[in-house]
């Protein structure tokens, strides 16, 4: 740019992205995270160069749009004279997406340009503006309706400010937008209650970026510059930018997988896939199917089960339709996709079967040796359960290597995560195809290998079993959930156990107890609750009560006998330890929230070690996003390892080790017994996510 400023033959400047598709989607976020570690060289003042050689150098500058201006990108896009862009371009600031603000000179230009309380709502939602509005709110100077006429836009432009028939703009120089301090001021306040309502407690950068915005607008852009570098120093170094960086980069990766991706191995398209089962779960992979241009034929046991699954994707669809989402004629073309048959009609054609049955072993080991004579030999053969071993399924049959677990999670054509579980007998075409497939429905593969609960599941057996101990303990099951929300999921853990349903609960907790014997705790409360009624939002009662919107209020006196009768049950138990236990119960009693957080988190971060250990998951971060996509962790805190790795390993051994401490009197020490891999990782004084490759232990299984 400098070279171009100062040669003498260039009359006007014209940047332009290098690709078809993008004028530039931002900063080199790879890059970025060096800069985080302090492994990488320190950001230059990009706004410095911006300002001294794209703004107010000699020679006019046009930014030609194509595509995406995005973050750094549109801060370019924005220090020039003038953007011209193609009408399906989309312009904005989603930096906050990644716990930073705009670093570039965004907080100062854009509501010099589109106004403060425009340029506020952008950056604080992320959403970018498509071309036309761009241009109707001032980002955007000229828009073109055909790419090819570009260039010539963006030159004729470039010319006519070169020669002085066109006036050139500065944006940190305009004042038309900005108003009176004392207006300005007022709008911000506006912004910050918004940030106040919508905004997680431990999220400082939203308001932040609103300081930075305010100091510009009353106290002019020099400031506002000087503020906004100030501002994106701190933040980068915040833990919330750390989390959110490492799930977007890491929900790119998880598609990678060490011997199946770069095996040379292609993947082959599924063209048409038969599901079993048209209930909830089959009916929802249906619609992500025929959603993404996939054929499918649902398989029930008799007509009337079959129509009520024909029915509920259609009713799936026809939602979309009626908020707007679909057209009509997309509904039809869905629909046609969709044919439904009680026998193996059209099973010839499947390139995958998915089973969505109930969860019973007999039925499914039926199943699929059935499906082993109807489908053709080189057909995925694959199962939907959350529980029940891949091999046990695939038990009857001589096509165990082409047999792998599609786990979704309900309702499964909204919910992001396809937990794909691999068996050691699995071929590696069958899972780069099922990678494949989960991409092509719009979802987020994860590969996992295969064990109780396999990643998930697994992981968080212990957010329930710790809050029931608490509950049988004495503290307000209310509080438990109210703490848990607060933290960042998005409902406690017994407001989940309703919406998941008690007898689920007590089925799946039941086989965490008969195979993690020596790391469970067997409250009899979820029992309790299914004997007494209380099944959760299937019958409109379990600890919460529900109206017919499915509004929660809690249960209070109406699960009082069964919370008493739980919490006998634990008195009866350790009879023999009755003196220790009343202690823990005293201590329990007087828990700050921070304790109740540690107390149900951080078991959860313990069982996360042991998978990460045990090569379940190929890459600790793919269980962070896994845990992000399926259980609604916070993004902002990055998944249970990344928060314990930002905690440090040592401090939540140290944790853990103090609550073992406190329950080995009772016979339930084991629950929060540290395990051998993150002790490892504390003494060693390395992270979680790294301890497998810096401890030298085993590789991943798969």
Do not use: W
């Given at each position: ?24 989607a931002g900063f080199d976020i790879p890059q970025f995270v060096k800069t985080q570690s302090g492994s990488g060289a320190k950001l ?412 998930v599941n697994r992981v968080f057996f212990p957010y329930t079993m710790a809050a029931c101990l608490l509950v049988d303990l004495g ?71 529900y109206d017919a919107k499915r509004r929660a209020t809690p249960a209070g006196r109406d699960v009082e006998g069964i919370l008493a ?138």
């Amino acid at each position: 740019m400098a070279l171009l400023q100062a040669d003498a033959s260039v009359k006007a400047i014209i940047i332009t992205g290098d690709g078809p598709s993008a004028f530039s989607a931002g900063f080199d976020i790879p890059q970025f995270v060096k800069t985080q570690s302090g492994s990488g060289a320190k950001l230059p003042d990009v706004n410095a160069m911006l300002t001294a050689l794209v703004e107010n150098g000699p020679k006019p500058t046009v930014a030609a749009i194509k595509g995406s201006a995005l973050g750094g990108g549109c801060e370019v896009a924005m220090a020039t004279n003038a953007r011209v862009a193609t009408a399906k371009s989309v312009l904005g600031l989603p930096e906050l997406q990644l716990g930073i603000i705009p670093g570039f000179g965004g907080t100062q230009r854009l509501p010099r340009l589109v106004g403060i309380q425009k340029a506020m709502e952008m950056m604080l939602t992320s959403k970018p503006l498509k071309a036309v509005e761009a241009k109707n709110r001032g980002l955007v100077d000229v828009v073109v309706a055909n790419d090819d006429d570009l260039l010539p836009a963006a030159k004729q432009l470039a010319l006519a400010m070169a020669n002085g028939t066109t006036p050139r703009t500065c944006a940190l120089s305009k004042t038309d937008k900005i108003g009176p301090p004392m207006a300005a001021r007022a709008m911000v306040q506006l912004g910050r209650m918004q940030v106040a309502k919508n905004t997680p407690p431990g999220m400082k950068h939203p308001s932040m970026c609103l300081d930075a915005i305010l100091v510009g607008a009353t106290e002019g852009p020099e400031a506002g510059i000087k503020k906004e570098a100030e501002v994106f120093a701190e933040v980068v170094q915040h833990d919330v930018s750390k989390s959110l960086v490492h799930v977007f980069l890491s929900q790119r990766l998880t598609s990678k997988i060490r011997g199946v991706t770069d095996s040379g191995l292609r993947p082959r398209p599924m063209k048409c896939v038969a599901i079993i089962g048209g209930g909830l779960m089959g009916s929802g992979i249906a619609t992500a199917c025929v959603l993404n241009g996939i054929d499918v034929v649902l398989k029930e046991v008799n007509q009337k089960f079959l129509e009520g699954g024909m029915q509920r994707v259609a009713a799936n669809l026809m939602s979309s339709v009626k908020k707007g989402r679909m057209t009509k004629e997309k509904y039809e073309q869905c629909m046609s996709r969709l044919k439904g048959t009680i026998t193996y009609e059209g099973f010839d054609r499947a390139d995958m079967v998915i089973e969505a049955a109930l969860e019973d072993i007999g039925l499914k080991q039926k199943i699929f040796a059935e499906l082993e004579q109807v489908c053709r030999k080189d057909c995925i053969l694959s199962t939907n359960t959350s529980t029940i071993d891949i091999n046990v399924v695939g038990a009857k049959t001589n096509a165990i290597n082409r047999i792998i677990g599609n786990h979704f999670f309900s309702p499964a054509h909204i919910m992001k995560l396809l937990e794909i579980i691999k068996t050691d007998s699995t071929d590696k075409q069958v899972i780069l195809d099922t990678i494949a497939f989960g991409k092509a429905i719009k979802k987020v593969p994860v590969v996992v290998g295969n064990c109780t609960g396999f990643a998930v599941n697994r992981v968080f057996f212990p957010y329930t079993m710790a809050a029931c101990l608490l509950v049988d303990l004495g503290v307000d099951p209310y509080r438990i959930d109210k703490v848990i929300k607060a933290f960042g999921m998005p409902m406690g853990p017994l407001r989940l156990a309703d919406l998941v349903g008690i007898e689920v609960g007590v089925h799946v907790g039941g086989q965490f107890v008969q195979n993690f014997s020596d790391r469970t705790y067997a409250s009899e409360l979820m029992h309790r609750m299914r004997d007494g009624d209380r099944l959760g939002e299937k019958n409109k009662k379990g600890f919460y009560n529900y109206d017919a919107k499915r509004r929660a209020t809690p249960a209070g006196r109406d699960v009082e006998g069964i919370l008493a009768a739980s919490g006998a049950a634990l008195d009866a138990k350790a009879a023999n330890t009755a003196a220790q236990l009343r202690q823990i119960k005293q201590k329990v009693r007087s828990f700050s929230d921070k304790d109740i957080v540690d107390f149900i988190m951080l078991p959860v971060v313990n069982e996360s070690s042991r998978v990460v250990a045990e090569g379940i998951v190929d890459k600790a971060s793919d269980l962070d996003i896994a845990s992000v996509l399926s259980m609604g962790f916070p993004p902002y805190r990055g998944g249970p390892i990344k928060m314990a790795d930002l905690r440090g390993a040592a401090s939540v051994r140290d944790r853990l080790a103090s609550f073992a401490a406190m329950f080995t009197p009772v016979g339930l020490g084991g629950f929060f017994e540290p395990c051998d891999y993150l002790q490892s990782c504390a003494r060693a004084g390395v992270t979680l996510a790294d301890g497998r490759s810096a401890l030298g232990t085993q590789m991943a299984r798969l």
